[in-house]
């Protein structure tokens, strides 16, 4: 079957730490991935995508990149800030029957702190 | 930026009762979400809609609600006899188009509160 797995939070960094957010999937066929942010008390906002191998996806200082032979999409931020702690969700999208359907992680909040 | 609207942002409503929780996508989007999220846990789908039909829909979505898109802008959700289990973030989304590379656009959410 398809399946996200994120890893444990939370995390909780100091202001301009470096940060990884770990995200592994299972998928049959060819998935396009994403990475979604919860702030406290509002939606869910798309932060970047990837739709194929080696493709790195960018947004706000975020990245990640696409790894097919890992079935991976970590996060990245070289610096982060107190205004970045949220919920951070690792999500797929797979066609099956010929609708998309997208899966979410459990996702995997982040504290940051001054 | 086009946006997905959700309204109300949070209903608080007896056991037993009905709910509608009420949706405008994105105006060109013709596939249609709704997830949920209970307090603090994995955020879950529960249908997806196209063409005036369910397309698929998870075990959680049982005879107790049903969606609909009764005019040209809206997209409902309905629990028909709600239980406190039901209490939850509700997220419609939308999608342009059913290929994968096509992201989700999602509203704000309804927090429904069962009491």
């Known amino acids: 079957g398809n399946s996200v797995t994120q890893m444990e939070g939370p995390v909780t960094l100091s202001e301009e730490a470096f940060l990884t957010i770990n995200c592994t999937y299972t998928a049959t066929g060819y998935p396009s991935l994403f990475w979604y942010v919860q702030y406290p008390g509002e939606g869910l906002q798309l932060l970047l995508k990837a739709t194929k191998a080696d493709d790195k996806g960018s947004n706000k200082g975020f990245e990640a990149t696409y790894r097919k032979e890992t079935t991976s999409f970590h996060l990245e931020k070289g610096s982060v800030q107190v205004s970045d702690s949220a919920v951070y969700f690792c999500?797929?999208?797979?066609?099956?029957?010929?609708?998309?359907?997208?899966?979410f992680g459990a996702g995997t909040r982040l504290a940051v702190h001054p | 930026e086009p946006e997905v609207t959700q309204t109300p942002s949070h209903q608080v409503t007896q056991m037993g009762q009905e709910v509608i929780l009420r949706c405008v996508p994105i105006?060109?989007?013709?596939?249609f979400y709704w997830y949920r999220q209970i307090l603090g846990q994995k955020v879950e789908f529960l249908v997806s809609?196209?063409?005036?039909?369910?397309?698929?829909k998870s075990e959680i979505f049982d005879d107790q609600f049903s969606v609909e898109r009764p005019d040209g802008s809206n997209f409902t959700l309905k629990i028909r006899s709600t239980k406190l289990e039901d209490s939850a973030m509700y997220f419609c989304?939308?999608?342009?188009?059913?290929?994968?590379?096509?992201?989700?656009?999602f509203g704000s959410g309804t927090r429904l509160t069962v009491v």
């Open positions: 105006s060109n989007h013709l596939y």
């Open positions: 809609f196209y063409n005036n039909e369910i397309s698929e």
């Open positions: 999500a797929l999208i797979y066609v099956s029957g010929g609708y998309n359907k997208l899966i």
């Open positions: 989304a939308s999608s342009e188009s059913g290929r994968r590379n096509y992201g989700y656009t």
